[in-house]
């Protein structure tokens, strides 16, 4: 792509992750702070129902309603995945006002700093990446894995270009003025880069990229009956994107014994203990460490 026309960020995909969505609601009313002169800037607040009602979602997690086949199924038709194909519709399939760029707004309850969530290897997506990471230590780089653009269920699945942001810990329906600031300090350096690449004067970066490659889910321990007896270790707690070597603990029971991590070779979790990933059967996403040229 040699122009970036209309970059979209969206906020309150979750309706309880309150930085996205009020920054969003910031954005409405002061529109001139997401201005640029090469291209139109967009807000959207994704899930106005959820947020009005301070829950994740009404019927079904909208961040997971962006398959290719479900916006195409005529029978999804939950609030959620009527509000996806109206995003869709939004977003990409408005013709010249289709959005060139998305920047997704989450916040999460764990330990995860600022981070940055790529769910594609585009070299632009990475490069802007590497330059977040450059100019703020605090950014770290997530990257998901997709076999294909089809398998992508987050918001981010409709362009190629873009990524979320995920910054924590933050409790749900709650702001923090320190992470508030953060992410819109993020969403404005993007926002100048994006300018300057249209200018054709991209930032220079370092021709490598650390970033974590997602590996696996890993659930709580669990009875037969699917009722938890055990919780994250308290030495784990708050250690995400520090190194879990094997035999170290991972979980203690409710009986007090220790679980320990029973991998073959070190792992880096991240998402340790998220509130929302409980009904998800997730206790923290396994990631391996990575440099990667760029």
């Not at 954005?27 to 640029?36: E, G, N, S, T, V």
């Not at 995945?81 to 289709?98: C, F, H, P, R, V």
């Not at 998220?274 to 059967?281: D, I, Q, R, W």
Request: glycine content about 6%.
């Amino acid at each position: 792509m040699n122009q970036i026309n209309r970059v979209a960020i969206v906020g309150g995909t979750h309706g309880n992750e309150f930085t996205g969505a009020y920054l969003i609601q910031k954005f409405a009313q002061f529109p001139h702070l997401i201005r640029r002169p090469s291209f139109e800037t967009v807000s959207l607040l994704a899930n106005p129902n959820a947020f009005a009602a301070s829950r994740r979602y009404v019927e079904k997690d909208l961040n997971r309603c962006f398959l290719k086949q479900d916006l195409e199924d005529a029978t999804r038709n939950s609030y959620e995945e009527l509000q996806a194909k109206s995003i869709q519709n939004t977003l990409i399939s408005n013709g010249d006002k289709q959005a060139d760029f998305i920047l997704d707004l989450h916040s999460t309850t764990a330990n995860m700093g600022l981070t940055i969530i790529l769910v594609n290897s585009h070299p632009l997506n990475l490069k802007l990446a590497a330059y977040l990471s450059q100019i703020n230590p605090l950014v770290r780089v997530y990257r998901c894995s997709f076999k294909s653009v089809e398998e992508n269920p987050f918001v981010n699945s409709l362009c190629e270009l873009g990524f979320g942001l995920e910054v924590g810990p933050i409790a749900q329906s709650l702001l923090k003025a320190t992470l508030f600031q953060q992410t819109e300090e993020l969403v404005h350096t993007v926002l100048d880069y994006l300018e300057q690449f249209n200018q054709g004067e991209i930032p220079s970066t370092k021709e490598t990229l650390i970033v974590y490659h997602h590996l696996s889910n890993v659930d709580y321990p669990k009875k037969q009956d699917g009722t938890i007896f055990g919780m994250i270790h308290p030495e784990l707690q708050d250690k995400d994107y520090q190194a879990l070597n094997p035999g170290d603990p991972i979980f203690i029971t409710f009986d007090d014994q220790t679980i320990v991590y029973q991998g073959t070779s070190t792992v880096w979790p991240i998402f340790i203990n998220e509130a929302a990933y409980y009904e998800k059967g997730i206790a923290m996403c396994l990631t391996q460490r990575q440099q990667i040229n760029i």
